[in-house]
């Protein structure tokens, strides 16, 4: 589904396998490790756990806010918590424009947390850090991680596909 402006296309023997050729046709690149920053809307926060545990158990350093911070720790998952920009420096954004996240989990509910977030978003998309905004692109993204570590990505020209 095209939600901006644009439009990639990746062909591979599975969905997984497409669904990375075209995070790289749009010059988006998965990270394989690094830190991950997540702020989840309170509705979500159960939907998170099993993509939180499987980051950590891909050996993914997770960041989060206070609330999403706060449930994870709750639920044995070791995760560091980062000020939102409101909250003052050190913030998200500031990590951010420093390299030091590699993927942004940012879902919104309400008017004002979108809102929030749009520092957060813009810079993200400024540094090219891959962005996901809802927990069904989440787990795509975090399945689509795991493929990444295991196998090596083909290329072949479109002429070249049966």
């Excluded at 599975?14 to 669904?19: E, I, K, P, Q, R």
């Excluded at 980051?55 to 960041?63: A, C, G, P, R, V």
């Excluded at 913030?91 to 951010?96: A, E, K, N, T």
């Amino acid at each position: 589904e095209m939600k901006s402006t644009g439009e990639v296309m990746g062909i591979g023997k599975n969905f997984l396998s497409a669904y990375i050729k075209s995070q790289i046709a749009s010059g988006l690149y998965l990270p394989q490790k690094g830190t991950v920053f997540l702020s989840i809307d309170d509705d979500s926060k159960e939907n998170v756990l099993p993509l939180a545990k499987s980051l950590y158990e891909l050996n993914f350093k997770l960041i989060a806010t206070k609330g999403t911070g706060s449930f994870l720790k709750k639920n044995n998952i070791k995760t560091k918590l980062i000020n939102k920009v409101k909250e003052g420096s050190p913030h998200i954004v500031d990590s951010l424009q420093d390299g030091k996240i590699d993927l942004v989990i940012n879902t919104t509910k309400s008017t004002r947390s979108v809102k929030d977030s749009y520092s957060i978003r813009r810079t993200a998309l400024m540094y090219n850090i891959p962005y996901l905004t809802t927990i069904a692109g989440a787990k795509v993204a975090v399945k689509a991680i795991k493929v990444l570590k295991k196998i090596d990505m083909s290329v072949k020209p479109l002429q070249a596909i049966n």
